[in-house]
């Protein structure tokens, strides 16, 4: 099938940059390999950025779009009985689902920039990014989920996990540079007592030269004495 532009003009990859081609609605590119490859680095670009910033940000207090309390909202009018920690594929995939969702979907369409681009959406809020853990959605529906999880507190299971791993992680280098530096002050300390222990001995000897001497003063006055 040929790729076409929203025109239905034939669109050529070789003509086209990547950051233009990704400008225009995915259903103008038809089955193009290298528009699709383009769009899965995307999706996983958007999906390595997203799992970071709920790792190192308490994702309660997150803003994903300037609309979020409208989404949200909207959601949960239409989904309220949704099981959004791990997710049924077919909740999002099946027919009957695809035929709920479309309309949510449609209402954000000149709202949510880029509302129907493909994302990649974590089927288990706990986990990360995995093949297994990921399925592939429109922009509004991944917004729509993860903005839910936040509010909800789901993904705190991330942030809390990823946090403890890394205060771990520096308690451990910490213990170590104590470890290293007591080990240097027990070296120091060893090397102290050995130079106290060399003083010494040369006190001792030179303690014992000054009574040879004296031994042998008192001899020579004794001499003359006699």
Request: proline fraction near 3%; glycine fraction near 8%; hydrophobic fraction near 30%.
């Amino acid at each position: 099938m040929a790729a076409t532009s929203g025109t239905d003009e034939p669109v050529s990859g070789e003509l086209v940059s990547v950051a233009h081609a990704l400008s225009l609605p995915a259903e103008s590119y038809g089955n193009d390999p290298d528009i699709e490859m383009a769009w899965a680095m995307r999706a996983m670009l958007h999906a390595e950025v997203y799992y970071k910033l709920i790792s190192s940000v308490d994702p309660q207090f997150l803003k994903l779009t300037k609309v979020d309390d409208q989404i949200y909202s909207e959601f949960r009018k239409n989904f309220e009985k949704l099981k959004i920690d791990i997710l049924d594929p077919e909740e999002l995939k099946s027919e009957s689902a695809k035929e709920k969702w479309r309309p949510f979907c449609l209402k954000f369409n000149g709202i949510v920039e880029d509302f129907n681009y493909g994302t990649l959406l974590r089927l288990d809020c706990s986990q990360g990014y995995t093949e297994e853990n990921t399925v592939f959605v429109p922009r509004i529906q991944f917004f729509a989920i993860e903005i839910a999880r936040n509010r909800e507190g789901y993904n705190k299971a991330v942030y809390i996990s990823v946090q403890n791993k890394e205060g771990g992680e520096k308690r451990a280098d910490s213990g170590e540079e104590e470890n290293t530096k007591n080990r240097g002050e027990k070296g120091a300390d060893s090397g102290e007592e050995k130079e106290e222990g060399i003083n010494r001995e040369e006190k001792t000897d030179k303690g014992g030269e000054k009574g040879e001497e004296a031994d042998k003063d008192i001899n020579k006055s004794g001499e003359k004495a006699m």
